[in-house]
């Protein structure tokens, strides 16, 4: 069964803490994304890679980081969390480009 | 730029009954339209993908179809089960590479 793990399912921090999202796929996907995902929206797109040591801005890239070092492990880094970025974060990698998402189960990231 | 317009409200269906979801989008017809499932807490799942030259899509019980000229993709669940209860989002090819444009989903509940 291919998978998409995310380290954490609920995450409590502090504002203005450094915060780690990890997601480890075990597809052999060159494409990797991060979106956030809040009440009544739509996802939207944080950063993607589509290749180890690519990374490129989404939709939303202010107050985050991305760090792809090896092909399976894509980590989204808040670098001084905030309560606005309070949000549902959920990895997902594919084959090809933007087809057939697989997704984590998400991190509930509560930042207090 | 492109937008993506599903039903906010939750829809109710009866069981053993066919329930269909709406995504209707503004602009240009997209290559491509997604269906994901998405139950709570936990990330979205692919179903189908259906392509611009595509009518119709099918599997097993779901069926996909897409109207270029009403700007409309209908989501389709026949002989429903409430196993089938849980949010539904559509996902259109963006303005560029690798951009989704997510619509925010509608709550399917299907009762007993």
């Known amino acids: 069964d291919v998978k998409v793990t995310q380290s954490s399912r609920y995450l409590v921090k502090r504002t203005g803490e450094k915060v780690f999202l990890e997601c480890v796929q075990d597809?052999?996907?060159?494409?990797m994304f991060w979106y956030r995902q809040d009440p009544g929206l739509g996802l939207r797109l944080i950063y993607f890679?589509?290749?180890?040591?690519?990374?490129e801005k989404g939709d939303i890239p202010e107050g985050y980081s991305v760090s792809r070092e090896k092909k399976e492990r894509f980590s989204l880094i808040l670098e001084s969390a905030s309560t606005n970025q309070t949000s549902m974060y959920l990895c997902?990698?594919?084959?090809?480009?933007?087809?057939?998402?697989?997704f984590g189960s998400g991190t509930q990231l509560s930042v207090l | 730029s492109q937008k993506i317009e599903q039903n906010s409200e939750a829809l109710n269906i009866q069981e053993g009954k066919t329930a269909t979801l709406t995504c209707n989008y503004t602009?240009?017809?997209?290559?491509?339209l997604q269906w994901y499932r998405q139950d709570p807490g936990r990330g979205p799942v692919f179903l189908l993908l259906?392509?611009?030259n595509e009518k119709e899509k099918r599997k097993e019980r779901l069926k996909v179809t897409f109207d270029t000229t009403l700007k409309q993709s209908l989501f389709h669940i026949t002989a429903s089960q409430p196993a089938d209860s849980a949010t539904y989002l559509c996902?259109?090819?963006?303005?560029?590479?690798?951009?989704?444009?997510w619509g925010a989903g509608t709550k399917l509940i299907i009762k007993p």
């Open positions: 997902a990698s594919s084959l090809i480009q933007n087809e057939k998402l697989f």
């Open positions: 597809m052999d996907h060159e494409n």
């Open positions: 890679s589509y290749d180890v040591k690519m990374k």
């Open positions: 602009n240009y017809s997209p290559a491509y």
């Open positions: 259906i392509r611009e």
């Open positions: 996902a259109l090819d963006g303005d560029s590479n690798y951009q989704l444009i």
